[in-house]
């Protein structure tokens, strides 16, 4: 006796098939009829790196710091997810880079990724790393608030710091898991007090395991280099922008984007 010999007159077996739709940018998600619950991923943007200082000092015990590494998008995954009708999806976008400066200035702060949602499930973005010193001792601030894994501190002639990365997870009330899995950018080497110096770009943020390395510090130059940008619909940080000490004065390097977000949707029907 075969299954058709085992099922009512009239009934067909119906085999179920899971189904998903990558949103990389905004739009809206059309509900099949005979689905009621999803799984969604949601990616918030990343933010931007710091630009790096500049100045022309010639002596004295100055250090010009390179911009800090832009903080990760938070990553939400969250099952079960009732829905009644269409849903909007909204793609948050890579925060800008910090611009470079000219002596002497400080470089412009990174831009904060923005939030990403499936309707109510949202996960917010990532914040832009600190513009790098023109003279001192305080470096450009690594990203390391709300939006997820750090970005790397702005160095001097040390080099930059790289971004941090991790895996803890906490609960919302709707149940939905955030992980912070995305790596944040690296902060840019800077430049000591003998000209001419300057420092390299950092990278940005991987999503595939390592974080972005912060670039080298008291390279023999007068060339900074800008910090690395994230690749789209990841939601990493954007690398710091080295610092610079030279004289004739030249720009610093900027900071790099900041990646998209996206958002994946899971349904069987």
Not at 36 to 53: E, K, N, P, R
Not at 175 to 183: R, W
Request: proline share 3%; net charge neutral; aromatic share 6%.
């Amino acid at each position: 006796m075969g299954l058709a010999d085992l099922l009512a007159p009239g009934i067909a077996a119906k085999v179920r098939k899971q189904k998903y739709q990558e949103f990389t940018s905004s739009g809206t998600w059309t509900k099949p009829a005979n689905v009621d619950y999803v799984d969604v991923l949601v990616i918030g943007g990343g933010g931007g790196g710091g630009g790096g200082g500049s100045n022309n000092i010639t002596g004295g015990s100055y250090y010009i710091f390179g911009g800090g590494g832009g903080g990760s998008g938070y990553v939400t995954f969250a099952t079960h997810v009732r829905v009644t009708g269409d849903t909007t999806v909204t793609i948050g976008a890579g925060g800008t880079a910090g611009a470079a400066s000219v002596p002497s200035a400080a470089g412009g702060n990174g831009g904060d990724g923005g939030q990403s949602a499936f309707g109510n499930v949202r996960a917010n973005g990532g914040n832009g790393g600190g513009g790098g010193s023109p003279g001192g001792s305080t470096p450009g601030s690594g990203a390391n608030a709300a939006g997820g894994a750090s970005g790397g501190a702005g160095g001097a002639a040390s080099g930059g710091a790289s971004g941090s990365y991790g895996f803890t997870s906490t609960a919302n009330n709707i149940g939905q898991q955030a992980l912070l899995q995305i790596q944040g950018g690296g902060g840019a080497g800077g430049a000591d007090f003998t000209q001419p110096r300057s420092g390299d770009g950092g990278a940005a943020g991987t999503p595939t395991g390592s974080s972005g390395t912060g670039g080298a510090g008291n390279v023999a130059d007068n060339t900074p280099g800008a910090g690395t940008s994230a690749g789209a619909n990841t939601g990493c940080g954007g690398g710091g922008g080295g610092g610079v000490n030279s004289n004739p004065a030249v720009a610093s390097g900027a900071g790099g984007a900041g990646g998209s977000g996206k958002v994946i949707v899971f349904w069987w029907e």
